[in-house]
């Protein structure tokens, strides 16, 4: 079970005990020195906070490999050339000339 508190995510401890609460309210208390506690009927419920920080992915942790970030950009560019192509603005005369720039199908 999970709770959100102040935008940090605390996983209570997986028991039978707390598992009956679930979708119950619980109680957050927030002491002096920044430590939080999670009651329920008089009950403090054991938790940790999740880390947060192993979700976050950058750009460089996924294109490690020189070949994919390559491939990455090309697809990018496709997409980009794909959004002009749809724009109703462009003219015909436009479109034409990104597909035979790009190569691609009339």
């Given at each position: 079970m999970t709770l959100n508190h102040?935008?940090?995510?605390?996983?209570?401890?997986?028991?039978?005990?707390?598992?009956?609460?679930?979708?119950?309210?619980?109680?957050?208390?927030?002491?002096?020195?920044?430590?939080?506690?999670?009651?329920?009927?008089?009950?403090?419920?054991?938790?940790?906070?999740?880390?947060?920080?192993?979700?976050?992915?950058?750009?460089?942790?996924?294109?490690?490999?020189?070949?994919?970030?390559?491939?990455?950009?090309?697809?990018?560019?496709?997409?980009?050339?794909?959004?002009?192509?749809?724009?109703?603005?462009?003219?015909?005369?436009?479109?034409?000339?990104?597909?035979?720039?790009?190569?691609?199908?009339?």
């Amino acid at each position: 079970m999970t709770l959100n508190h102040k935008r940090i995510l605390y996983v209570i401890e997986d028991t039978e005990q707390n598992r009956r609460l679930r979708r119950h309210r619980v109680s957050v208390h927030e002491h002096e020195d920044g430590t939080i506690t999670i009651h329920h009927a008089g009950r403090v419920l054991a938790h940790h906070v999740h880390p947060n920080d192993e979700a976050r992915i950058t750009h460089g942790g996924i294109v490690g490999n020189k070949h994919l970030a390559d491939t990455l950009e090309w697809i990018a560019e496709q997409q980009r050339q794909r959004e002009r192509l749809a724009n109703p603005k462009t003219s015909l005369r436009h479109k034409k000339r990104i597909r035979m720039a790009a190569d691609l199908p009339a």
